[in-house]
């Protein structure tokens, strides 16, 4: 049997108040509150977010309705507004047509075949990165595969390679992140047009990316340049085969914006959590490890050799199972509609997660040890469709997910053929701390020991 460890489950008593209802336990612990809720039982179960009522729903079955085959019933609505500022109206947010349109004019450059020639330069930077560590030394893991997902993206983004403007990019979206973050976590928002200091540093920063963005995007047009094969240049000949029209130089901004923030701290933290169940879990690190031998020998992976990673691979889909970096979302019925045996009024808001879903013993036996060998032989033909759905599904589902699993199994073998990690000596409870996806709670310190490569 692999030597493995079991996770805790999160524990919390669901306790309501009569003005938050159940908004104090929310948000104090999303995870345990929505597992609780998943442990009464109940395909739905509604709750209340201060004047906000919702209804959770449990069952694949109402899930792949909501999604799939009634998704025009529903629109991602105001779910998602924290964040429209910085991203304007791209695909996560928009709705209706204008996303079925830009749907349409970006698919095609996300296929698994599109984004194979990306394979090199997120080897090629995951490794640079890695040289720069020192045998036995203490690093913040997190902060590094931050570092690094953060250069890939900026490179098949804008192919920005370093610089004033990369740096510029950097600060402002971290400077977004964090104040994104903190307004999700308070309950009475100030709008955006009061003038507080946190306010005017995110217009700011705001301001600071549209600038670089805006300026890129005219010089392109100018040039007319045809040599980049980077996402803005997608984005920029992407052609509407319906009506021949293009992208205005807005919706280029916004939708650059979108696969920015979609695009990078999802696939750190995956990454993050990856390590951390390595660490844990020695039998599945040396089966890795035995893997890249055998498929990789003395080199680093390449795009041709992902099929032939499946270990690789499934360690990835585990890691997504058990902390799913897209954890929560949210839909708002546009009229009136039946799912399941559950009438759904106009405007009526619903959230669907798959973190007790992924974590139930319905679907998965021992559902908290980390097993990567559990999706061998087809299982996920075993289970309903959204049990697991680390990417959603449906038209709305992840356009990026062949770029991040190409993404993740690249940068793990070129981390983890060089280095091997423990956990710094005294380090805190590594718990997940869920916000705008599910990250380690004050982050993982790993001493790092050098493998032989060449
Ligand atoms: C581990 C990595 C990732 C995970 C777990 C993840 C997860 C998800 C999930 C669950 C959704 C559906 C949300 C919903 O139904 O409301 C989604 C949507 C989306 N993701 Fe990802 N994602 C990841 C990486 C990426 C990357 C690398 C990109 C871009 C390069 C990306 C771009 C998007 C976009 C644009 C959408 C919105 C699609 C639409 O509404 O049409 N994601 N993602």
């Given at each position: 049997m692999p030597q493995s460890t079991t996770l805790a489950e999160p524990k919390t008593e669901r306790q309501r108040t009569l003005l938050g209802g159940d908004l104090k336990a929310f948000r104090r612990d999303p995870l345990a509150f929505l597992t609780e809720l998943y442990r009464q039982g109940g395909k739905t179960a509604p709750i209340r977010l201060g004047p906000q009522k919702i209804t959770v729903l449990f069952d694949p079955e109402m899930i792949k309705e909501v999604l799939v085959t009634k998704s025009e019933s529903f629109i991602k609505g105001a779910t998602f507004k924290e964040i429209a500022r910085f991203v304007g109206d791209g695909l996560v947010i928009s709705d209706g047509e204008k996303h079925k349109r830009h749907r349409r004019m970006l698919q095609p450059h996300f296929t698994r075949a599109h984004i194979q020639h990306y394979a090199e330069q997120m080897t090629d930077i995951a490794s640079a990165?890695?040289?720069?560590?020192?045998?036995?030394?203490?690093?913040?893991?997190?902060?590094?595969?931050?570092?690094?997902?953060?250069?890939?993206?900026?490179?098949?983004?804008?192919?920005?390679?370093?610089?004033?403007?990369?740096?510029?990019?950097?600060?402002?979206?971290?400077?977004?992140?964090?104040?994104?973050?903190?307004?999700?976590?308070?309950?009475?928002?100030?709008?955006?047009?009061?003038?507080?200091?946190?306010?005017?540093?995110?217009?700011?920063?705001?301001?600071?990316?549209?600038?670089?963005?805006?300026?890129?995007?005219?010089?392109?047009?100018?040039?007319?340049?045809?040599?980049?094969?980077?996402?803005?240049?997608?984005?920029?000949?992407?052609?509407?085969?319906?009506?021949?029209?293009?992208?205005?130089?807005?919706?280029?901004?916004?939708?650059?914006?979108?696969?920015?923030?979609?695009?990078?701290?999802?696939?750190?933290?995956?990454?993050?959590?990856?390590?951390?169940?390595?660490?844990?879990?020695?039998?599945?690190?040396?089966?890795?490890?035995?893997?890249?031998?055998?498929?990789?020998?003395?080199?680093?992976?390449?795009?041709?050799?992902?099929?032939?990673?499946?270990?690789?691979?499934?360690?990835?889909?585990?890691?997504?199972r058990l902390t799913p970096a897209g954890y929560l979302t949210g839909r708002t019925a546009a009229h009136d509609v039946i799912v399941g045996d559950h009438q759904f009024r106009k405007e009526e808001i619903l959230f669907i997660s798959s973190f007790p879903l992924h974590r139930s013993s319905d679907y998965f036996p021992d559902p908290l040890v980390f097993r990567p060998e559990r999706f061998e032989n087809e299982m996920l033909k075993t289970i309903p469709q959204f049990a697991y759905f680390p990417f959603g599904g449906g038209p709305r589902a992840c356009i990026g997910n062949h770029y991040a699993m190409l993404e993740m199994v690249m940068v793990l073998c070129a981390i983890g053929r060089r280095f091997r990690f423990r956990l710094a000596p005294n380090h805190h409870e590594i718990v997940p701390e869920a916000l705008l996806t599910l990250r380690p709670k004050g982050g993982i310190r790993v001493i790092a020991n050098k493998q032989e490569v060449n």
């Open positions: 990165h890695a040289e720069l560590w020192k045998d036995g030394e203490e690093r913040l893991l997190t902060e590094d595969l931050f570092g690094i997902t953060f250069d890939i993206i900026a490179r098949t983004v804008f192919t920005f390679e370093s610089g004033e403007e990369l740096m510029k990019i950097g600060r402002s979206y971290s400077s977004i992140n964090r104040i994104a973050t903190e307004k999700m976590r308070t309950l009475f928002k100030l709008p955006l047009f009061v003038p507080t200091k946190r306010n005017k540093e995110y217009l700011d920063a705001i301001k600071t990316l549209d600038e670089i963005v805006y300026t890129l995007i005219s010089q392109r047009r100018t040039e007319k340049d045809t040599a980049h094969r980077d996402l803005l240049s997608v984005l920029m000949s992407a052609v509407d085969e319906s009506d021949q029209s293009e992208f205005s130089d807005e919706q280029v901004r916004d939708e650059l914006m979108t696969m920015f923030l979609a695009g990078h701290e999802t696939t750190a933290n995956t990454l993050s959590w990856t390590f951390h169940y390595l660490i844990q879990n020695p039998e599945a690190e040396r089966k890795l490890r035995e893997e890249w031998d055998r498929v990789l020998g003395e080199r680093d992976a390449t795009a041709d050799d992902y099929p032939q990673l499946t270990y690789t691979q499934n360690v990835l889909w585990e890691t997504l």
